[in-house]
């Protein structure tokens, strides 16, 4: 008869040959396994977390200088309305952050600088700093007879005050829409700014096609420059011409209502 304090080996339990259970080097691998995860955890987690709260770049953009060969005070509203379209085009992507147009307008009044004056270098330095920006973009536009159409933008770091940036593209003043949606692509990426979604909308598909849209943007443009005189009744009417030789001018649409809601836009 077995002694009744005879050692009993658990049902579930196993011995290798040297008399060691089994199963053992399983859990302690299983252990370190878990050890090794949860300080990975930790270490990303902090790094992780500073990516999400650091800030966004934020961008800047003048109005355009007017150097067209003909009619040049006809094309002067597209210093101001170039601008818009430019701001609107960049800040569709949500990574980064783009000064207001309105905002700018607040800064050239108090420096009693207006859309004809050509800022340098080093104005645009001083006006970046006050908008918080890091990138300041100053551009001119060019048309001919043939209404052919140049873009120039460059680029200046407002911490360093050198010129980080150039871009240029040509095209018929028809396809202005188009060309500012190219141009928005061409900055983010120039600039290296954080890549814009996949889905974002571009001009060229609101409005961008339209046989009408040049006239359309010199209407929108004149009217921003009524907007900017407090005229708005002279401002709202040439937003709603501008609708109606582009239906589906997205950006008129938008600072139209904007305007009659007589509420700042979201």
Request: cysteine-free; charged content about 25%.
């Amino acid at each position: 008869m077995p002694h009744a304090f005879a050692h009993r080996t658990p049902r579930h339990a196993s011995f290798t040959p040297s008399g060691r259970r089994r199963g053992t080097r399983g859990r302690m691998a299983r252990t370190i396994a878990l050890l090794f995860a949860s300080t990975a955890a930790a270490l990303t987690a902090p790094a992780e977390s500073a990516a999400q709260d650091a800030p966004r770049p934020t961008v800047a953009v003048m109005y355009f200088t007017n150097s067209a060969l003909v009619g040049n005070a006809d094309y002067q509203p597209l210093s101001k309305g170039m601008a818009e379209l430019l701001i609107t085009e960049l800040s569709r992507n949500a990574n980064i952050r783009v000064v207001e147009r309105d905002r700018l307008q607040e800064l050239l009044a108090e420096q009693n600088l207006s859309s004809g004056d050509r800022v340098d270098k080093e104005t645009a330095v001083r006006m970046g700093k006050v908008l918080g920006a890091g990138h300041m973009l100053m551009g001119t536009f060019v048309i001919d007879p043939r209404e052919n159409m140049r873009i120039d933008v460059r680029a200046v770091n407002t911490e360093t005050s050198e010129i980080e940036y150039v871009e240029s593209i040509e095209g018929k003043a028809s396809k202005l829409l188009s060309m500012v949606s190219e141009l928005g692509s061409k900055v983010n990426g120039g600039l290296k700014l954080p890549p814009r979604p996949a889905d974002a909308t571009k001009f060229s598909d609101a409005g961008g096609k339209n046989p009408n849209q040049f006239r359309a943007m010199l209407l929108m443009s004149r009217a921003i420059e009524e907007q900017d005189r407090k005229n708005v009744p002279a401002a709202v009417a040439l937003y709603k011409q501008a609708i109606e030789a582009n239906p589906d001018f997205e950006r008129a649409k938008v600072l139209l209502a904007t305007l009659e809601r007589g509420t700042p836009e979201d």
